[in-house]
């Protein structure tokens, strides 16, 4: 199940089928070793997903990205924090 798409934000979130929340290709993680890398690939960036184990994670995930100023819709936070309020009851 995805939680947004680039569609309509600036990341791709969904759950898979091992319970791990991916955010596809995510901005965030771009380390120096990625953008070395970069260099050789005529400057195009890999691609990197995120994996999170927790809908914890998740949530401090999705909200690090808006720090960072990407856009997120407001469901996907109300949806992390449901789905956690349900697994903790
Ligand atoms: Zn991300």
Known sequence: MAYCRFSNSDIYLYENFNNEIICCMCSLVTSDDNIEESEHNNGAFDAVDKIMFTKEEALAHVREHIENGDY????????LMQEINEENS
């Open 72 to 79: 997120v819709p407001s469901h996907v936070i109300s949806t």
